[in-house]
């Protein structure tokens, strides 16, 4: 892993503020997700109406993959990173750099997809 101070390609694309940015939102996805869940446990509903739960809890694994992997996969997406102040990017232009980081984006969404699955999954076996 880098050190989180320059750009490297499919490595890192984001920098301490960018990573906390990150991070905070895991926690306010996470918090989101566990609210709704108590919600709809407390209002007795359906227990279909958990699969609501997919978006916050894909979006609370999103933020924290980001946060660990120093890296922002809506990033990869426009190929820019940042390593200063929030909002102020730099473009990549090497295309191969753009490729490697398209791929390591996808792999990000990818990965919290299935873990947002997996947690709504698992609260159908809940009460």
């Known amino acids: 892993m880098t050190d989180a101070t320059q750009y490297a390609p499919g490595v890192c694309n ?47 694994a999103s933020g924290f993959l980001q946060a660990r992997f ?9 190929g820019v990173f940042n390593f200063g102040p929030l909002g102020e990017t ?10 490697q980081d398209r791929r390591r984006g996808n792999q990000i969404t990818l990965y919290s997809a299935i873990i947002g699955t997996v947690v709504t999954a698992a609260t159908l076996l809940v009460g």
Do not use: K, Y
């Not at 895991?26 to 709809?40: C, E, N, R």
């Not at 120093?70 to 426009?78: A, D, E, I, P, Q």
């Open 90 to 99: 730099q473009e990549v232009t090497d295309e191969e750099a753009r490729a």
């Open 14 to 60: 984001i920098g301490s503020d960018e990573i906390a940015r990150r991070r905070r939102g895991g926690w306010i996805a996470l918090a989101v997700t566990v609210l709704v869940f108590i919600v709809l446990l407390w209002a007795d509903v359906n227990p279909w109406w958990r699969l609501l739960l997919v978006l916050p809890a894909t979006a609370a």
């Open 70 to 78: 120093r890296f922002c996969s809506g990033f990869s997406r426009l």
